[in-house]
């Protein structure tokens, strides 16, 4: 099973908030909050976008038009074009902001981090001591420096066998800000879920969190 372009292996139950910090599968209203509603959308993301857009993915080898939403809010620097079957969350703290992307097991998570964090700090946060791979357990396949998407900088991917999860965590830069976007869903789900995630990451624009 693998992703569009030759490399996406996904999945997860608990996602790192934080850049080497505390876990959460979602949104916790306890420490994140929304943000300020004044707090204007990045100058460098697309604007006047459609609302809906169709596209041609394949599933499980058969091609497949699929109806994509606009994800698009003011107070998250997150653009991206989404499957309409799939539930969104997002929220922003201290740590920075993250939108969850859901379907049943399934989930794509992209997280931004405070605009002064280094490349360096977003790659510990996944694969230091403390990070995200060792904080949930997963067991590290691949390491990979060739990008598969326009903003994408590195790509380890993971599995956990003992929940028969797969997954892939991708470190992006956009003009000077840093983020991760990490892609997860039982082993079981690959052939469907891929593809819908893959169209979620070729869409992706993130902006500062300045």
Not at 100 to 107: D, G, K, R, T
Not at 147 to 159: D, G, M
Not at 167 to 184: I, K
Request: hydrophobic share 35%.
């Amino acid at each position: 099973m693998r992703f569009a372009s030759d490399r996406l292996w996904m999945t997860v139950l608990l996602l790192i908030v934080g850049c080497t910090a505390p876990e959460a599968s979602k949104p916790d209203s306890g420490n994140l909050v929304a943000s300020s509603a004044d707090t204007p959308l990045a100058s460098n993301l697309s604007q006047n976008l459609p609302e809906r857009k169709t596209e041609t993915i394949f599933v499980e080898g058969e091609p497949q038009e699929m109806t994509l939403k606009l994800y698009q809010e003011d107070q998250i620097p997150v653009v991206t074009y989404y499957p309409e079957n799939l539930s969104v969350n997002s929220a922003c703290s201290h740590e920075g902001c993250g939108v969850f992307f859901e379907l049943l097991e399934a989930q794509v998570h992209v997280f931004v981090p405070p605009a002064d964090t280094t490349f360096e700090e977003l790659e510990m946060g996944v694969t230091g001591d403390r990070g995200l791979l060792a904080s949930n357990g997963w067991q590290q396949r691949e390491f990979n420096n060739s990008p598969s998407y326009s903003w994408e900088t590195k790509n380890i991917q993971f599995y956990d066998s003992e929940k028969n999860l797969l997954g892939s965590v991708h470190l992006g830069e956009s003009e000077g800000q840093v983020f991760r976007v990490t892609v997860v869903f039982p082993g079981d789900m690959g052939d469907g879920f891929a593809p819908r995630a893959d169209m979620i990451l070729k869409n992706l624009q993130v902006g500062s969190m300045n």
